[in-house]
C-alpha cells in the first residue's frame, strides 16, 4: 500500500502559516496534482510528506504508517525537484546509479535497474553521455530516471517540467503521464500551472494562501467551481465575471446589468436557491467558450443575445478570441474561426445561460 494520507496538516515559519489545516487522502496509485500560483504552499506542503520539512501540526501517513518523525530516507519515496542538477562529471548511467550506489545496492541489481529505467524513458543511447551533452528534454528524463530506479512507493514532483520550453513541456507532459500508467506508483505532482493541472492529474487539489480551496476530478473542478478564486484560476482563457443585481419580474428570473439584462434558465444549477439573491448583487460567471457568436448562433433566443464591441480578434486557426466590451464590462468569448467579427465594429454575443455560475460577492462561495 502506497497511499498518502495528509490529517489537518499545518506548516508555519514563524509568523508565517504557510500550509494550514491541510486534509488529503491519496489513494494507492493516483496522480494527484497539487496546483495554484506561487507561493500558496505546494512546495512546502511536498517537502513534508518527502520529510524534507518539519510538520508543525498534524499527521502523515504513507500507506497505514505515520511518517511524522520518520527520515526522509526510510519513507520510501523518491522526489523529482524543479531545479534538478544533475552531477556535471558523472554521465547518465553513473547519475542515475548514484543514489543506489550510496545505498550499497549490488552492481548488478543496479545495473538492471538503471538499464530498465533509461528503456522506459527512451534514453538507452546517451548512458554514456555527460550532462552539458544532452538537451534539456533529455535532462529532464535523467532526472525522472534517478527517481526511477529507487523503485519507490511514491513519487513527489516539484514543477518537473517548468524549466523546459513551452513545446517540450506539452511533450513531457504526455510521457509522464504514460509513464505512470506503466509504473503504478503514487505521484503527487506540483505545479502552478492549472493546464498541467487538468490534463495530467486524475485528481486535483487546487490551493491559494496555504488552504485547500477544492479538490476533485480535473472536469468535475472545472464545471462545478466552488468559489471564485478556483473558478478563475482553472481554464484558459480565464472565466468572465460580471457583477450584477439579481430581479424577478413576471416570474422569471433576471441579472440586471444596468444597461442590459440576460435571463436566468431553470436549467441554471444555481436557480432554485439563487431566489434567496433576488434584489440583491450577485456575480455572474460565465465561460469564454460559453459566449457564442450570435451571428453563428441563431438557435439563441433574442434575449440572449446582446451587441457588444469588438475590441481585438485574436485569431488561433481553429477558432478564434472576441475581446469585448459591453457598457463597462469586458469579455473574452471564444467563438468559432469563420467569425466576422472585426476589431472596433459591434457585433452580437449570445449568452449560453444554462452554464452560467452565480456566485455570492460577499463570500465569493458558488451559489448552488
Ligand atoms: N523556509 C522558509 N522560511 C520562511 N518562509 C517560507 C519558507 N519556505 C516557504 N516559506 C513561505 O511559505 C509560503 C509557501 O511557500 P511555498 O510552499 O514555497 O509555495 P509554492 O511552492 O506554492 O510557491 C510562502 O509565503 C513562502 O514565502
Ligand atoms: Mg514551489
Redesign the pocket.
Known sequence: MASVTLKKVS?R??N????ENVSLEIPDRQFIV?V????????????MVAGL?EITEGEIYIGDRLVNDVPPKDRDIAMVFQNYALYPHMNVYENMAFALKLRKFPKAEIDRRVREAARLLGIEDLLQRKPKALSGGQRQRVAVGRAIVREPKVFLM??PLSNLDAKLRVQMRAELSKLHNRLQTTVIY?T?DQTEAMTMGDRIVV?KD?KVQQEGAPLEVYERPANMFVAGFIGSPAMNFFRAHLDRAAGELYVDFGSFRLPLPKEMPAWERCREYVGREVVLGLRPEDIDDAELHPEYPADFCVQATVDVVEMMGSEAYLNASLGSFTLVARVEAVTTARDGAPHRLAFNMKKGHLFDPTTTMVIR
Open positions: 506548516k515559519f514563524g508565517v502559516t504557510a500550509v497539487l495554484g500560483p506561487s507561493g500558496c504552499g505546494k512546495t512546502t506542503t511536498l517537502r520539512e516539484d514543477e506540483v502552478h490551493m496555504g
